[in-house]
């Protein structure tokens, strides 16, 4: 495969106001990497304060790293006016993990959906995007009409997906995206997931806490703490034999059934 998307060496850090008596500097990233290519599945895991947030939004060209660089197919990518990020806007979408907050509520779907291709100002028939877009999220076009409080928590985060999808982008940035759902609809969003990188050949980061949902979706886990990557490789591997102390903390809290009076707990 190909890479697309590309960031090299990333060291950030953060201190504390230059007024107060004793400055604090914390590491948010340290000579951190990663590469995506088309149909790549990456799962981003880590604790609270790993520098999986900070990562994501330098990926999103929100934040200049203090060293190091992020390409997409070999050109810099940097933060700057919107003008000058529309071609980076149209190639990397974002999935926020609360669509109730990114989905204006006085909008019907049909607007949320329109919205974004009239912001890049993407030629063509915005209404045959916007069909497509529902129906690979396997939403129905009936409602299009509806906003965003008469749907349920599973088609809110369809509609958001779905908003990602409407620039046919190369790459998805994903951040807790199904952490705020129950099993089924968690299950519904992964199946839309899963067929937009296996059928369409979608890249995708996946940040999550939620290490079943990774191991379901990614083909690749990078293990990040306290700013740096301590572990990565195939993600089967990762799991099975996870070889840092940080990995072996997320792997055993993994949430598994209690055994049963003749049924083994695998």
């Not at 948010?28 to 088309?38: D, H």
């Not at 929100?62 to 197919?73: E, I, R, W, Y």
């Not at 204006?104 to 063509?124: F, N, S």
Request: charged residues 20%.
């Amino acid at each position: 495969m190909t890479t697309i998307l590309s960031a090299h060496n990333l060291d950030v850090a953060y201190s504390t106001p230059a007024f107060l008596r004793k400055r604090v500097v914390r590491t948010a990233l340290s000579g951190v990497g990663l590469t995506v290519a088309s149909g790549d599945s990456i799962g981003l895991v880590g604790g609270s304060g790993a520098g999986k947030s900070t990562l994501l939004r330098i990926l999103l060209a929100l934040q200049k790293p203090d060293a190091g660089s992020v390409t997409f197919n070999g050109r810099p990518v940097e933060p700057g006016p919107a003008s000058s990020l529309r071609w980076y806007r149209r190639a990397v979408q974002y999935i926020p993990q609360n669509p109730a907050a990114s989905l204006a509520p006085g909008m019907g779907v049909e607007r949320l959906l329109r919205e974004p291709l009239e912001q890049l100002r993407i030629d063509g028939d915005h209404r045959s995007l916007i069909l497509d877009a529902l129906e690979r999220v396997e939403l129905d076009k009936r409602l299009l009409m509806r906003r965003p409080h008469e749907l349920s928590g599973g088609q809110n985060q369809r509609v958001a997906i779905a908003r990602a999808l409407v620039p046919s982008p190369e790459i998805l940035l994903a951040d807790e995206p199904v952490s705020g759902l129950d099993l089924p609809l968690r299950n519904t969003v992964l199946d839309v997931m899963e067929q937009l990188v296996h059928r369409d050949g979608l890249g995708l980061v996946f940040v999550s806490h939620d290490l079943t949902a990774v191991a379901r979706l990614c083909s690749r886990t990078i293990v990040l703490s306290h700013g740096r990557i301590v572990e990565e490789g195939p993600t089967a591997a990762v799991y099975a034999a996870p070889s840092t102390p940080e990995t072996c903390e997320l792997v055993a809290a993994i949430p598994r059934l209690p055994a049963f009076e003749g049924v083994p707990n695998e």
